[in-house]
């Protein structure tokens, strides 16, 4: 089996030799070689998301460009207050945009906008637009987490359609790109 395996190595190589006499080759092995990585690239590693709503604002505004970098939640949790990409649950063929916050086992309770984990006020400087309704107490279950928009009373979050579950993160936002003039970090 080892010499059949070396004997089409082998093969394959001659073959290779061969095609580079053409000028062509060099371009179209190039192309081939970026076609293949940049598959694995937005596959497992990075892509760009747009913000579909206003739902994020001032964090992230509407037609906003994103980073996502899919590595981290292949390592460890997503952490209560990151700024998450998802298959958004009754429709996974959309992504959405929000910030995480209730993680498997949490309470989460919205009482007068104001937002408790586990009996405890959440401290969130980033929402300018609160919205003074009532929510829960509700628990997060085993591989799901809880997320709201920070523009609060425009966001259609877990308040409305429940759960993401785990199988459903993309990724975390990490880099704003686009427009230039807001290139920065995401917090």
Same mark, same amino acid.
């Given at each position: =089996?080892?010499? @059949?395996?070396?004997?089409?190595?082998?093969?394959?190589?001659?073959? /290779? &030799?061969?095609?580079? &006499?053409?000028?062509?080759?060099?371009?179209?092995? %190039?192309?081939?070689?970026?076609?293949? !990585?940049?598959?694995?690239?937005?596959?497992?590693?990075? &892509?760009?998301? #747009?913000?579909? %709503?206003?739902? =994020?604002?001032?964090?992230?505004?509407?037609?906003?460009?994103?980073?996502?970098?899919?590595?981290?939640?292949?390592?460890?949790?997503? @952490? $209560?207050?990151?700024?998450?990409?998802?298959?958004?649950?009754?429709?996974? %063929? @959309?992504? #959405?945009?929000? /910030? !995480? +916050?209730?993680? *498997?086992?949490?309470?989460?309770?919205?009482?007068?906008?104001?937002? #408790? +984990?586990?009996?405890?006020?959440?401290?969130?400087?980033?929402?300018?637009?609160?919205?003074?309704?009532?929510?829960? *107490?509700?628990?997060?279950?085993?591989?799901?987490?809880?997320? !709201?928009?920070?523009? $609060?009373?425009?966001?259609?979050?877990?308040?409305?359609?429940?759960?993401? *579950?785990?199988?459903?993160?993309?990724? @975390?936002?990490?880099?704003?790109?686009?427009?230039? &003039? $807001?290139?920065? !970090?995401?917090?």
């Amino acid at each position: =089996m080892k010499d @059949k395996i070396l004997e089409i190595v082998s093969k394959i190589l001659s073959k /290779r &030799q061969e095609l580079k &006499q053409h000028e062509w080759y060099d371009l179209l092995e %190039t192309i081939v070689l970026a076609f293949i !990585l940049a598959f694995i690239i937005k596959s497992f590693i990075l &892509q760009i998301s #747009y913000i579909p %709503t206003g739902s =994020m604002i001032p964090t992230l505004n509407e037609r906003e460009a994103v980073l996502v970098v899919r590595i981290p939640y292949y390592f460890r949790e997503p @952490k $209560r207050g990151e700024i998450i990409v998802f298959k958004y649950p009754e429709d996974p %063929t @959309k992504e #959405y945009v929000k /910030r !995480l +916050i209730g993680i *498997p086992g949490d309470i989460v309770e919205l009482k007068n906008g104001v937002v #408790y +984990i586990n009996g405890k006020a959440l401290d969130e400087p980033y929402v300018k637009n609160k919205s003074y309704d009532n929510y829960g *107490p509700v628990k997060v279950p085993k591989d799901s987490y809880f997320v !709201l928009g920070d523009n $609060r009373p425009v966001s259609v979050d877990s308040r409305y359609w429940g759960f993401v *579950p785990k199988k459903n993160l993309v990724g @975390k936002a990490v880099l704003l790109l686009w427009p230039p &003039q $807001r290139i920065g !970090l995401v917090h």
